[in-house]
């Protein structure tokens, strides 16, 4: 019999192996305001938080194709990225009611048309290593 593919997700329970393709795309997930602007090496993003809100409460991951941002167990902001960024040399800092987002571009920093694809799909046409952000703790 023939197999139909179901979802694009690659699940590892065990860590190791080689690196694996990201083949699922997050939709973007916004539930606050955010703007970004970008440079020949880095994109700069500016994410707007209610002003009560202190620095421990707020987690920011980072991945080459992904971004998520969660506050008191709330996302504020998810998503795919349109284009990959070295997460592991990404930096945020924190002041009150805003959290700025440093992510640098790979070598020959691509020009960011969008900053989430939100509008088409893309799927990365090479394995992409998922490096892990060294965020302050």
């Given amino acids: 019999g023939t197999e139909e593919g179901g979802g694009g997700r690659l699940c590892t329970s065990r860590g190791g192996g080689g690196g694996a393709l990201i ?5 973007l997930e916004a539930n606050t305001t955010y703007s970004w602007s ?3 090496e880095e994109i700069n993003l500016l994410v707007r938080i209610p002003p ?3 620095r421990r409460d707020i987690r920011v991951e980072i ?3 992904l971004l998520r941002m969660v506050a008191r167990g709330h996302v504020l902001l998810a ?3 349109d284009k990959p960024v070295v997460a592991g040399e990404a930096t945020w800092t924190y002041e009150p009611g805003e959290v700025h987002v440093m992510l640098p571009k790979e070598t020959g920093g691509p020009v960011f048309s969008r900053l989430f694809p939100s509008e088409e799909k893309l799927s990365p046409a090479l394995a992409i290593k998922q490096a892990r952000a060294a965020l302050p703790a």
């Fill in 52 to 54: 009560d809100m202190a």
């Fill in 23 to 27: 083949k699922a795309e997050v939709p």
């Fill in 79 to 81: 998503g795919s990225l």
């Fill in 38 to 40: 970008q440079t020949d």
């Fill in 63 to 65: 991945k080459p194709l």
